[in-house]
């Protein structure tokens, strides 16, 4: 099959997958934890495990992807098992009646899905070419906005009416499992080999080996830590009656699931066409400028008109964000090693989404969600300021064309 034909069926199954994704991220980023929350009355201590439970999963891709090696799996065919164990497991927890069941089960539902992120990356690095693979990916992440913000609206009119229903929605989110395990099959893709992405090992020692990639891991750490731990805390100021705004679960869905996927459906081509034609610094650190906005508008109000405000902000940085986040490896990194760069870059982001709503939620339980969005803000501010220091880095090669 050539380069073109690969490229065209690769974009032609992701546009198919992302739909079904999409419900996924709505299921993952607002609905677990609502229905914690509301229906089992979560302590702390276990709402934090279910939003770190994505991050957790990212922990373990490294040892993931040299397994799917060892094993000369096909990418695409392990991201497909990946998928299916996801809905299993999906399946487990809405039969389930306890919290530590609930909780037990949503986590490893959600790691397992996580471990699919290396994997879609070296599908993007086997079967786009450099000069495409931001344009690819926008339309398939305006489709997962939409599909988020559908999902969202009516999911939060489920619960609204009963908050029993999330047995619904759960089935819901297993069958669009099943539906991305299936469009992710059928693209083409290489089975990956030990010689090329090496041991767990070798691959952490890309960190100091590779010191500009290090480097930008660290500065990653700093912005990722101010994001993560003010994420979960948006719900919580929404959903907790303690802090002014009590919203109602459709309200809830509304500014934290549908405001923010709508910007990022109308920001995300902007965004890709930046990462194709910017330096990847600017491209970064003006994503970084809207995550503060977004977090200085957001924990300091408790009118929706606000709130909708700064979420949209939120949106348009994660239009970009997203991109950024899945392809800045293959930035500096050779082709055939873009899985290894990116499963450090996930694990790093698994050990800090692991770690930040923990901190999230004790800096809560100490203070007020504004030290937590004060917090958040200088730990961006400071990854700003890193970023900048490494623009002119001979690594990135001849100036990006800046328009």
């Keep these: 099959m050539n380069t073109s034909t690969k ?15 999409g419900i996924l991220e709505a299921g993952w980023s607002t609905f677990a934890l609502v229905i914690a929350i509301r229906y089992f009355e979560a302590p702390d201590k276990y709402k934090s495990f279910i939003a770190g439970a994505w991050s ?3 922990l373990l891709t490294p040892l993931t992807l040299y397994l799917v090696a060892k094993l000369r799996y096909r990418s695409s065919l392990a991201c497909a098992c990946m998928f299916g164990a996801s809905a299993v497991l999906m399946v487990g927890a809405t039969l389930a009646q306890s919290l530590l069941i609930f909780t037990l089960l949503i986590m490893l539902s959600q790691i397992a899905t996580a471990q699919q992120g290396p994997l879609m990356l070296q599908i993007y690095s086997d079967n786009y070419t450099s000069k495409e693979r931001g344009s ?21 009119k489920l619960l609204d009416a009963s908050i029993n229903n999330y047995r619904i929605l759960f089935a819901v989110i297993t069958l669009a499992a099943v539906g991305a395990a299936w469009a992710v099959s059928r693209i083409p893709s290489k089975a990956l080999t030990t010689e090329h992405i090496g041991n767990p090992w070798q691959s952490f020692s ?3 080996k590779d010191k500009l990639f290090g480097y930008l891991l660290g500065s990653w750490m700093l912005l990722g830590f101010g994001n993560l731990i003010t994420l979960p805390i948006r719900v919580e100021y929404l959903a907790n009656p303690d802090y002014g705004v009590n919203a109602s679960n459709t309200s809830i869905a509304f500014l934290v699931l549908i405001v923010p996927a709508t910007a990022r459906v109308l920001s995300t081509k902007l965004w890709g066409h930046f990462f194709d034609r910017l330096h990847l610094i600017t491209t970064r650190n003006m994503l970084n400028v809207f995550f ?12 929706l008109v606000l709130l909708t405000f700064a979420m949209a902000l939120l949106g348009v940085a994660m239009g970009g964000g997203k991109i950024v986040w899945s392809l800045w490896v293959t930035k ?8 290894s760069y990116m499963s450090i870059h996930m694990a790093l982001t698994g050990f800090r989404g692991t770690l930040a709503p923990f901190i999230g939620y004790w800096i809560l339980s100490q203070s007020a969600p504004k030290v937590v969005a004060i917090v958040g803000l200088v730990l961006i501010a400071l990854s700003v300021v890193l970023f900048e220091f490494v623009r002119k ?11």
């Excluded at 990916?137 to 009516?154: G, N």
């Excluded at 500096?332 to 899985?339: L, V």
């Design 292 to 303: 503060m906005l977004s977090i200085a508008c957001f924990f300091f109000t408790t009118n």
């Design 332 to 339: 500096i990194a050779p082709d055939e090693k873009a899985s």
């Design 393 to 403: 880095h001979p690594r990135w090669g001849a100036r990006p064309i800046e328009p």
């Design 7 to 21: 490229a065209e069926q690769t974009y032609r199954y992701d546009i198919l997958r992302a739909p079904f994704y």
């Design 206 to 208: 890309l960190i100091w």
């Design 56 to 58: 957790m999963g990212f």
């Design 136 to 156: 690819r990916m926008t339309v398939p992440f305006i489709l997962m906005a939409l599909c988020t913000s559908l999902f969202a609206y009516f999911g939060g």
